[in-house]
């Protein structure tokens, strides 16, 4: 399973970016979707994750700021993030957990790096 996440980038405080990953390769069928970020010196967290079904959960921290979505045909998870503020700062890691005909799996993209100055 390869994930290649794109949309990260430098904005300022109280700006938007909106991050996506593709999942491609033997991927089978995918039945969780998710962001996690971790900041320098800080443990990676759930920012948030989506089911198949859409359902969604988000981190308290998230406050209604990020909308997370995905587009099952394009095998896509976005994550839209508004009114950013410098503690968004982190690199922001793509994952997907799905089952094939051989395995159950849990990939992680490369990481996307998002920066918000003050």
């Known amino acids: 399973v390869q994930l290649v996440e794109s949309g990260g980038g430098l904005v300022q405080s109280g700006g938007s970016l909106r991050l996506s990953c593709r999942a491609s390769?033997?991927?089978?069928?995918?039945?969780?979707m998710g962001w996690s970020r971790q900041a320098p010196g800080k443990q990676r967290e759930l920012v948030a994750a989506?089911?198949?079904?859409?359902?969604?959960n988000y981190a308290d921290f998230v406050e209604g700021r990020f909308t997370i979505s995905r587009d099952n045909a394009k095998n896509t998870v976005y994550l839209q993030m508004n009114g950013l503020n410098p503690e968004d700062t982190a690199v922001y890691y793509c994952?997907?957990?799905?089952?094939?005909?051989?395995?159950?799996?849990?990939?992680w993209g490369q990481g996307t790096q998002v920066t918000v100055s003050s």
């Open positions: 989506i089911t198949a079904g859409h359902s969604t």
């Open positions: 994952n997907v957990k799905g089952v094939t005909w051989s395995r159950n799996y849990d990939a």
């Open positions: 390769g033997d991927i089978g069928s995918i039945y969780a």
